[in-house]
C-alpha cells in the first residue's frame, strides 16, 4: 500500500522519504489531493548487472584451458609487496 504525502511535504523530507523507500516503503506525492506521482523503490539494475556478470565469469570458467605451471600464492603475495 502507498502512503500519501502531499508535495511541500515530500519536498521537505526527501532524505527521510528516501531512506523509506530504501527500505521498501512506496509513497503517492499529491499535489492539492490529486496524485501525481509514485516515489518506488528503483528495478533492481545493480542486482541484474551482478547476477549477469557471475553468469559471465561462470561462463568463462567453463571454456576456459585450465593455466599450468603458475604458483597463484606466489601471484599474491606479489601484489602485496
Same mark, same amino acid.
Given at each position: ?24 516503503? !512506496? ?5 492539492? +489531493?490529486?496524485? /501525481?506521482?509514485? *516515489? #518506488?523503490?528503483?528495478?533492481? $539494475? ?15 570458467? !567453463? ?5 599450468? +605451471?603458475?604458483? /597463484?600464492?606466489? *601471484? #599474491?603475495?606479489?601484489?602485496? $609487496?
Amino acid at each position: 500500500m502507498n502512503l500519501e504525502i502531499g508535495s511541500y511535504e515530500a519536498k521537505t523530507k526527501l532524505p527521510e522519504l528516501l531512506r523509506g523507500v530504501q527500505a521498501g516503503k !512506496r509513497y503517492t506525492i499529491t499535489l492539492r +489531493g490529486e496524485p /501525481i506521482a509514485d *516515489l #518506488i523503490p528503483a528495478e533492481g $539494475a545493480k542486482q541484474a548487472d551482478a547476477a549477469a556478470a557471475v553468469d559471465a565469469m561462470r561462463q568463462f570458467m !567453463r571454456v576456459a584451458p585450465a593455466v599450468e +605451471g603458475i604458483d /597463484i600464492k606466489a *601471484l #599474491i603475495n606479489e601484489g602485496r $609487496a
